[in-house]
């Protein structure tokens, strides 16, 4: 009889439950894994360990949802748009003479209360709650980055519906759950009765079989299309994930497709938390994830295949010049513009000097009509969604300013933090269309959003609003804006006017280039840069000679050559500037400067 003891992909319980009784046999008693791992995560990262193992977890979309069956190992990739605080929960409790365990699961078989003294029969452990939600702007290209393997642990929505109730009811039976009679009528329901009224403890949130619930309030941000996850994280440092963060989840699934006609009727201790917050997530709409393994995700993770390549110089520069002339022919034959915007893409957010943030080099294009923008704006915006994997266009007029929600605000009623427009994850690229803005009065909103727009421009932080005091939020979103004349709402780091002398249509790229540029774009804006003490010399001359020559530049503009050269130096594949790419760069800011006269 040889094979596993258990299957980790269509029975990830079978699995934890296996190595919960085999620690207990050992003699640890369950006390001792109040936020510790006791085996089951270790597993289960052996057990991902290799790729073609993790390519047989199916991934968890809205197109997946009504495929992949319930309490299976799939992943979900998303952004944390909410941090709903903890949840306590009975981790496990003694059945008989056995422990048995309720960790990555959503039923609980006790309650907890605040007024009993702690029972001998249950461990009361901690989870947290995040609220995920499909990365903001993400471009379609990436889906085939992960494309879902449909397999045995998967079936057709009509399947799931007929077998719901039995399976949800074999699992319970198979994990040796005990009935709602049971739990009425056991000793430590009993005393829990005698000593007071149960109540969630301050604070945190106490798990319970969640129902059925009709509400939708919360799903702003989330279409029809996108899929929100409730993931419920074991045993991890708060310090590992953080708001706006892009990771990868990968759990136990639950979820329920259909909502019950009628909800059942819950004892007195089930009702005592049905004003739990969870009730605006139904589990209806909003599937929960219970979290084994997770990863942050970087752009490469994003890339359909993915080469561990070092960027050498040669290699980066025919990628370069390839994507330079595409760019250019997008631009309209417009090279310096082209020029500017590839430092533009390469740009990042790599340190901050108090309020000096240094890395980004925003970027804005004048001289755009609404005509004019309808075809080199829009070809310029589809190149970067075809390239990028998160970006975004945002058509700016008097009347949207007036009423729009730029900033997230926290709504106490629901204990949801609503989400913005400007809540994007690292790394986003937005672009800022005010081809359509015309003169008008702005009201207290117009004023409070062209505000927010001006931090993220400058300080690379957008202000969240909590009611009752705000919070600067830091992020890295390169802003690229279209407009006819300098922009007074939003000013950029470098603003160039756009000089196209042709409007023909660039030609397709296949998707061997298409890839080729990805790679580009993710690898070398993540090189390391340096200053030799020669080159820093010269550096240093040049400023003073440019100072001397012309007393209107100021430490911004040094501080924006300095930046356009270690993008320029990185563009090449190289980690050290020199005086070729800085003597390009002092060139593209003279072309740009004869621009502006």
């Avoid at 994930?241 to 201790?269: Q, R």
Wanted: proline share 5%.
């Amino acid at each position: 009889m040889g094979g596993p003891e258990y299957d980790c992909l269509a029975n990830p319980l079978g699995a934890v439950r296996l190595t919960f009784e085999k620690v207990i046999a050992s003699g640890s008693h369950p006390s001792a894994f109040d936020g510790k791992d006791w085996g089951a995560l270790d597993l289960f990262r052996h057990f991902l360990s290799e790729r073609s193992t993790l390519s047989q977890v199916p991934i968890l979309n809205s197109s997946t949802i009504r495929l992949v069956q319930p309490h299976t190992l799939v992943r979900y990739r998303g952004m944390i748009q909410d941090m709903l605080g903890n949840e306590l929960y009975v981790g496990a409790y003694k059945h008989g003479s056995s422990w048995r365990t309720n960790k990555f699961v959503d039923i609980s078989q006790y309650p907890m209360c605040s007024s009993p003294s702690p029972s001998p029969d249950m461990c009361i452990w901690e989870r947290r709650l995040l609220y995920c939600v499909p990365v903001p702007g993400q471009n379609s290209w990436t889906q085939s980055s992960y494309k879902p393997l449909l397999n045995g642990n998967t079936g057709s929505s009509s399947q799931n519906r007929e077998k719901r109730q039995r399976i949800d009811d074999q699992d319970i039976q198979d994990m040796d759950m005990i009935t709602d009679d049971e739990l009425k009528t056991s000793p430590l329901a009993k005393k829990m009765r005698e000593d007071g009224h149960c109540s969630p403890s301050s604070g945190f949130r106490a798990s319970t079989t969640e129902g059925y619930f009709s509400s939708t309030s919360t799903f702003q941000g989330a279409d029809n299309e996108s899929l929100p996850c409730l993931v419920k994280i074991y045993d991890s440092p708060e310090s590992e994930l953080k708001l706006n963060d892009v990771f990868e989840f990968i759990g136990v699934l639950t979820f329920d497709s259909e909502p019950e006609a009628e909800m059942n009727d819950y004892d007195e201790i089930s009702n005592s938390f049905s004003d739990d917050a969870l009730i605006h997530l139904p589990p209806n709409k909003v599937p929960r994830l219970h979290c084994l393994v997770h990863r942050k995700l970087a752009v490469h993770d994003f890339l359909q295949s993915s080469p561990i390549l070092e960027p050498k110089p040669h290699m980066v520069k025919e990628i370069r010049d390839a994507l330079l002339r595409h760019l250019t022919a997008v631009l309209g034959n417009d090279g310096i513009a082209a020029h500017f915007v590839l430092l533009h893409l390469l740009s990042r957010v790599h340190s901050r000097v108090q309020n000096v943030v240094v890395g980004k080099l925003s970027l804005n294009l004048t001289g755009l009509s609404k005509e004019s923008v309808s075809v080199f704006g829009s070809r310029l915006s589809n190149f970067v969604a075809s390239l990028l994997p998160f970006s975004r266009c945002l058509p700016i007029t008097l009347e949207y300013l007036n009423a729009a929600s730029l900033a997230p605000k926290k709504d106490y009623q629901i204990n949801r933090l609503m989400p913005g427009v400007l809540q994007m994850a690292e790394g986003s690229h937005l672009i800022i269309d005010e081809t359509q803005l015309k003169a008008g009065l702005l009201n207290a909103v117009g004023v409070e959003n062209a505000r927010l727009l001006k931090s993220l421009m400058d300080f690379q932080k957008v202000e969240y609003d909590f009611q009752y005091y705000k919070m600067d939020m830091t992020t890295d979103i390169q802003l690229l804006i279209f407009s006819d004349g300098k922009s007074n709402i939003i000013p950029a780091d470098v603003v160039i006017p756009f000089q196209p002398s042709s409007s023909d249509s660039s030609e397709k790229v296949d998707a061997a280039t298409q890839e080729a540029w990805r790679w580009y774009l993710a690898t070398v804006r993540t090189l390391p840069h340096s200053i030799e003490s020669d080159m820093q010399k010269a550096v240093e001359d040049d400023l003073v000679a440019a100072r001397q020559a012309d007393r209107s530049l100021g430490s911004g503009d040094f501080s924006r050559w300095l930046t356009m050269g270690r993008l320029m130096c990185s563009s090449f594949g190289e980690s050290h500037l020199s005086m070729e790419h800085w003597q390009m760069v002092k060139e593209l800011e003279r072309l740009r400067r004869e621009r502006l006269k």
